[in-house]
């Protein structure tokens, strides 16, 4: 058993070792294989060990010793139970069919850059698989480090772009202001308890005091800002659609933001015993899922759109967290995976029909030309808009319930929320596939459905967005909560949300809410498409612009660090420093060139020097009573 969980992980990294190293001898075809095959290989085991884990208790698989000082030893070990092995499911899962969908998208690439992507995707999946097996703390944060590596390698994918590269920059930095929050509570953690291990953690944890725990708690969570993209670290994510749109379907669905999740969701025990950091959790969500929505609704960008939708619903799954329902947050993160990645995926096919363009407003009537496309997005719109019954409808309404039952105030904030998820979504729908065409008579006539290998992902993933959610559909409708009783092992009682919360009042209640709007933004279909605006003013510009938060960004931090760092570059580097070891050589270079003339060659030179070698020789080391004595001596 030990050995099968270890080929998880194994797999993708010999995928990357073998695309990586011999990318310029391999063939597109035989890069594409070896990309998806060591994804799939990783799915079977994966679904193996989901198969294993059901309804047994958890393990954890020891494989050698990583860190072992007198203090604290470090295992590098794997911890297989049911939160680790459902996001196994969905990292390979998802990850596989955006690895397929990827041979047909990137086809034009040359052959060595093409193994170079596919080796990218692999080290993808690997850290982000290795992040969700780590047992502890730190090898947690060596698969956290390691998605942020390859979140920079492929949004500046494009590297010959300089604005692709300033993107992939600004995710790596933001990230790592959000990883030093992490790794604080990780030395935390270590110092108090003298382990990283989640087991001896979780047991040890009576021991912290309540300063402690709160401490550590809000460390973590500023670490999951940065990587699920939440207030104040969430500009990155809309910036990362730089790099090629399968990627962004991979960070947004199956790996990097949900990482964030993830963490607080396995860290459960120590967020219950801390009110201060889960109101926290809570706030900070709710805040920016109706930010983002805001944002996203006059979005031109169908890339961005989806960007500020992916941290939107972040900020739902926070918001679940915050509240004490953790399997309800980490069920939006399942459903989110079925409709992002098949939304994402989709915006690709209508890019790559588009010939690259992804402005909106030069869209329209796609349904015609791409109908394939055009359903399959259609059934991702109705998911996350709270559709009655599709996966979103069972998931965000768990959560809209669970705030209701915290407090009807962050309830009423969260449907506003919710609201603007089928504003902006379907806006976008409406836009790009119905109507009349706006494009160019040149795109319109090349308008073609995308090939099977991108068409096929996209109706599983619809699938899945459709029924996906039934796994949880509650007893008020006639099913049965198989989700949160295959993750009762392991979330605590003492946080884990019992089936009498879900009462038919309360889903009616959302779901009604959730339908009227979308009916409402059905009968905006004119508005929409015909008499749209391409030009904001007033809100909708100040919405357009993202409430200028990038601005405030450059003008209060980026900025003022820029001018600092020039200063530092031009007086501190090239004249202190610089100047001083600059200075040295220079005084070196002058004295030997003045040195080198006393090797003049005449002999009375050299007898003058001698000469007054040793008057300065008697004038510095003898006293007046030697030179007397020495005088007397000779005279």
Same mark, same amino acid.
């Given at each position: 058993?030990?050995?099968?969980?270890?080929?998880?992980?194994?797999?993708?990294?010999?995928?990357?070792?073998?695309?990586?190293?011999?990318?310029?001898?391999?063939?597109?075809?035989?890069?594409?294989?070896?990309?998806?095959?060591?994804?799939?290989?990783?799915?079977?085991?994966?679904?193996?060990?989901?198969?294993?884990?059901?309804?047994?208790?958890?393990?954890?698989?020891?494989?050698?010793?990583?860190?072992?000082?007198?203090?604290?030893?470090? $295992?590098? @070990?794997?911890?297989?139970?049911?939160?680790?092995?459902?996001?196994?499911?969905?990292?390979? *899962?998802?990850?596989?069919?955006?690895?397929?969908?990827?041979?047909?998208?990137?086809?034009?690439?040359?052959?060595?850059?093409?193994a170079r992507y596919f080796a990218y995707?692999?080290?993808?999946?690997?850290? %982000?698989?290795?992040?969700?097996?780590?047992?502890?703390?730190?090898?947690?944060?060596?698969?956290?480090?390691?998605?942020?590596?390859?979140?920079?390698?492929?949004? *500046?994918?494009?590297?010959?772009?300089?604005?692709?590269?300033?993107? @992939?920059?600004?995710?790596?930095?933001?990230?790592?202001?959000?990883?030093?929050?992490?790794?604080?509570?990780?030395?935390?953690?270590?110092?108090?308890?003298?382990?990283?291990?989640?087991?001896?953690?979780?047991?040890?944890?009576?021991?912290?005091?309540?300063?402690?725990?709160?401490?550590?708690?809000?460390?973590?969570?500023?670490?999951?800002?940065?990587?699920?993209?939440?207030?104040?670290?969430?500009?990155?994510?809309?910036?990362?659609?730089?790099?090629?749109?399968?990627?962004?379907?991979?960070?947004?669905?199956?790996?990097?933001?949900?990482?964030?999740?993830?963490?607080? @969701?396995?860290?459960?025990?120590?967020?219950?015993?801390?009110?201060?950091?889960?109101?926290?959790?809570?706030?900070?969500?709710?805040?920016?899922?109706?930010?983002?929505?805001?944002?996203?609704?006059?979005?031109?960008?169908?890339?961005?759109?989806?960007?500020?939708?992916?941290?939107?619903?972040?900020?739902?799954?926070?918001?679940?967290?915050?509240?004490?329902?953790?399997?309800?947050?980490?069920?939006?993160?399942?459903?989110?995976?079925?409709?992002?990645?098949?939304?994402?995926?989709?915006?690709?096919?209508?890019?790559?029909?588009?010939?690259?363009?992804?402005?909106?407003?030069?869209?329209?009537?796609?349904?015609?030309?791409?109908?394939?496309?055009?359903?399959?997005?259609?059934?991702?719109?109705?998911?996350?808009? *709270?559709?009655?019954?599709? $996966?979103?409808?069972?998931?965000?309404?768990?959560?809209?319930?669970?705030?209701?039952?915290?407090?009807?105030?962050?309830?009423?904030?969260?449907?506003?929320?919710?609201?603007?998820?089928? @504003?902006?979504?379907?806006?976008?729908?409406?836009?790009?596939?119905?109507?009349?065409?706006?494009?160019?008579?040149?795109?319109?006539?090349?308008?073609?459905?995308?090939?099977?290998?991108?068409?096929?992902?996209?109706?599983?993933?619809?699938?899945?967005?459709?029924?996906?959610?039934?796994?949880?559909?509650?007893?008020?409708?006639?099913?049965?909560?198989?989700?949160?009783?295959?993750?009762?092992?392991?979330?605590?009682?003492?946080?884990?949300?019992?089936?009498?919360?879900?009462?038919?009042?309360?889903?009616?209640?959302?779901?009604?809410?959730?339908?009227?709007?979308?009916?409402?933004?059905?009968?905006?279909?004119?508005?929409?498409?015909? %008499?749209?605006?391409?030009?904001?003013?007033?809100?909708?510009?100040?919405?357009?612009?993202?409430?200028?938060?990038?601005?405030?960004?450059?003008?209060?931090?980026?900025?003022?660090?820029?001018?600092f760092a020039g200063f530092l570059k031009?007086?501190?580097?090239?004249?202190?420093?610089?100047?001083?070891?600059?200075?040295?050589?220079?005084?070196?270079?002058?004295?030997?060139?003045?040195?080198?003339?006393?090797?003049?060659?005449?002999?009375?030179?050299?007898?003058?020097?001698?000469?007054?070698?040793?008057?300065?020789?008697?004038?510095?080391?003898?006293?007046?009573?030697?030179?007397?004595?020495?005088?007397?001596?000779?005279?």
């Open positions: 058993m030990n050995s099968i969980v270890s080929l998880v992980p194994l797999f993708p990294l010999l995928g990357f070792l073998i695309n990586g190293l011999f990318r310029k001898s391999l063939s597109k075809t035989a890069a594409g294989i070896i990309g998806s095959g060591a994804v799939l290989l990783s799915f079977i085991i994966s679904v193996y060990l989901f198969s294993d884990i059901k309804g047994n208790e958890g393990y954890i698989v020891n494989l050698f010793d990583f860190i072992n000082v007198a203090s604290f030893k470090i $295992s590098f @070990a794997f911890q297989v139970d049911q939160l680790s092995v459902l996001f196994l499911l969905i990292i390979t *899962g998802i990850g596989f069919l955006i690895h397929v969908y990827s041979t047909a998208y990137m086809k034009e690439e040359v052959p060595a850059d093409f995707l692999n080290l993808f999946v690997f850290s %982000m698989l290795l992040l969700v097996l780590g047992a502890n703390y730190v090898i947690m944060f060596i698969g956290w480090e390691g998605v942020g590596l390859c979140s920079y390698l492929l949004i *500046g994918y494009w590297f010959s772009n300089t604005d692709y590269n300033y993107a @992939a920059k600004k995710a790596f930095i933001m990230n790592r202001i959000g990883d030093l929050g992490f790794l604080l509570a990780i030395f935390w953690i270590l110092g108090k308890l003298g382990t990283a291990t989640y087991s001896e953690v979780f047991d040890l944890r009576n021991t912290l005091s309540e300063t402690d725990i709160t401490a550590i708690t809000l460390l973590l969570f500023v670490g999951a800002c940065g990587k699920s993209a939440q207030i104040p670290l969430y500009t990155w994510l809309p910036d990362a659609m730089a790099g090629p749109t399968p990627v962004s379907a991979l960070i947004h669905a199956a790996t990097m933001v949900t990482a964030g999740v993830y963490m607080i @969701a396995r860290s459960n025990v120590l967020y219950a015993m801390s009110e201060v950091s889960s109101d926290v959790v809570a706030v900070v969500g709710l805040a920016t899922a109706i930010l983002a929505g805001t944002i996203a609704l006059y979005q031109n960008d169908i890339k961005k759109v989806l960007a500020y939708s992916t941290v939107s619903q972040l900020g739902f799954m926070f918001l679940a967290l915050g509240v004490g329902a953790y399997t309800t947050g980490v069920f939006h993160v399942m459903t989110h995976a079925f409709f992002k990645a098949l939304m994402f995926l989709g915006a690709g096919s209508v890019i790559h029909a588009m010939g690259g363009e992804q402005d909106i407003t030069k869209m329209g009537g796609l349904y015609k030309k791409l109908p394939k496309t055009t359903w399959t997005f259609v059934i991702g719109v109705l998911a996350i808009s *709270g559709f009655p019954f599709t $996966s979103g409808f069972i998931s965000k309404d768990e959560i809209l319930i669970s705030v209701f039952e915290k407090s009807q105030v962050l309830y009423w904030f969260a449907v506003f929320a919710a609201v603007l998820t089928a @504003a902006y979504m379907f806006r976008l729908m409406w836009l790009v596939f119905f109507g009349g065409f706006r494009g160019t008579h040149e795109q319109e006539h090349h308008l073609h459905e995308s090939p099977a290998a991108m068409t096929i992902p996209l109706i599983i993933l619809a699938i899945l967005a459709l029924v996906g959610g039934f796994v949880q559909l509650p007893e008020a409708f006639g099913g049965k909560e198989y989700f949160n009783e295959f993750l009762s092992p392991v979330v605590p009682a003492m946080s884990h949300e019992g089936s009498s919360v879900a009462t038919t009042e309360y889903y009616m209640l959302t779901g009604t809410v959730i339908g009227l709007a979308v009916i409402y933004f059905l009968t905006r279909k004119k508005f929409a498409v015909s %008499m749209f605006e391409g030009v904001y003013t007033g809100v909708k510009k100040f919405l357009a612009d993202k409430w200028y938060i990038d601005e405030l960004y450059d003008a209060f931090i980026v900025n003022p660090l820029n001018a031009s007086v501190v580097e090239r004249s202190g420093i610089d100047g001083l070891v600059n200075g040295v050589g220079r005084f070196v270079n002058y004295s030997s060139r003045q040195v080198r003339l006393l090797q003049s060659g005449q002999v009375g030179s050299y007898i003058l020097f001698m000469v007054l070698s040793i008057t300065v020789f008697f004038l510095v080391f003898w006293n007046q009573d030697n030179i007397a004595h020495f005088l007397t001596n000779i005279f």
